[in-house]
């Protein structure tokens, strides 16, 4: 029996007007079998319930994932939890080639009537997890947060003391030196923003 075997449906199988419904736990060994290269979700454990419908114009599958998964943080690049929770629709239809028509729409071929979800599952798992995870503030790990802020670029701003303004700091001279030149394109900017 191989890996994914458990995530395969035989739409064949399936009278018409049918309704299946299958539930399944992503966990992970799922994760770690599917994602081999390590580039996405490598732990995790994340309920599915499916269900499948065999309508006239197709089967409709609807999924609903909802569960946690282990990514690392973008900040300190520690492992934290993070909770997903989704709803998907994927029609699958019979035809002579495998052809995707759209995100939802898909054609599998009539004489092998069957369509492995694994990977759909998986796809709609990453897609669940949001684009940007950190941990909340004083949570992330604090060596790698003193190094960060050790070695991070301060903006112009952080120097300046309160209630320094920009313009002044322009003018002014920078340890000792003399002020800068400014170059007079700059100063035709300037006009187009004083007119808006």
Wanted: glycine fraction near 6%.
């Amino acid at each position: 029996m191989g890996k994914f075997d458990a995530y395969r449906i035989d739409f064949k199988s399936m009278a018409l007007a049918e309704i299946r419904r299958c539930e399944y736990l992503l966990d992970n060994q799922f994760f770690m079998n599917i994602d081999s290269e390590g580039n996405g979700v490598q732990k995790g454990k994340v309920c599915v319930s499916l269900t499948v419908e065999h309508k006239p114009s197709g089967f409709l599958l609807q999924f609903h994932l909802g569960g946690t998964v282990i990514v690392s943080c973008d900040r300190c690049l520690d492992e934290m939890e993070v909770p997903v929770e989704s709803n998907s629709r994927l029609t699958v239809k019979l035809g002579k080639e495998y052809a995707e028509e759209s995100d939802e729409i898909l054609i599998i071929s009539e004489e092998e009537g069957a369509l492995n979800l694994a990977w759909f599952l998986y796809e709609f798992v990453v897609l669940a997890v949001p684009m940007k995870h950190v941990h909340p503030p004083g949570k992330c790990n604090k060596t790698m947060s003193a190094k960060l802020k050790k070695h991070s670029v301060r903006s112009h701003d952080d120097d300046a003391p309160s209630g320094y303004d920009e313009e002044e700091s322009a003018s002014m001279p920078d340890d000792g030196a003399e002020a800068e030149t400014v170059d007079p394109r700059w100063d035709k900017l300037k006009d187009l923003k004083e007119d808006i």
